[in-house]
């Protein structure tokens, strides 16, 4: 089975989906989910648009994917190596990279609590929400729901 997880910039795990064959690419595995059903449908209480400081640009809110997921318009990822014929590519792919850390951190810190990473995690499958929760309630931060976790 394949975790699949979406995590905010604090680190937090938002929303984990998980029970589909390890073969299929993270992309397909996105398309399986509710939390996809819904990102389709415009169902999620995801933030308008909003100006970023010192601009009066407005930018939408977006998930920083890899090139497993689909492009969309609501989702960044990196160029391919084969597209990186600018500057201005080269930096943006280096800042979607430094965005895609903070899930990489977000994993690492779960596999290191829990020494599941590589390792097959020996839970039934519907124990794992409970375990995604359990970690996920240890951060003692300030939560941010956009999205409400039991989206699988």
Do not use: H
Not at 20 to 39: C, E, H, M, P, W
Not at 44 to 60: Q, R, T, V
Request: glycine share 4%; hydrophobic share 40%; proline share 4%.
């Amino acid at each position: 089975m394949v975790l699949l997880a979406i995590v905010d910039a604090r680190y937090q795990f938002i929303m984990c989906s998980f029970g589909v064959n390890g073969r299929i690419s993270a992309g397909g595995v996105l398309q399986t989910t509710t939390f996809y059903d819904k990102l389709q449908k415009r169902q999620l209480s995801i933030p308008s648009d909003e100006p970023i400081k010192e601009s009066s640009k407005i930018l939408p809110y977006v998930f920083v994917a890899d090139d497993d997921f689909a492009l969309r318009t609501d989702m960044m990822k990196p160029y391919r190596q084969a597209d990186l014929n600018s500057r201005e590519r080269k930096i943006y792919n280096y800042l979607v990279s430094r965005a895609r850390r903070i899930v990489e951190n977000a994993f690492g810190s779960l596999a290191s609590r829990f020494r599941i990473y590589k390792t097959q995690i020996n839970l039934e499958p519907k124990n794992i929400d409970k375990f995604c929760r359990m970690f996920r309630s240890r951060k003692p931060r300030r939560w941010n729901y956009y999205i409400r976790f039991n989206i699988t």
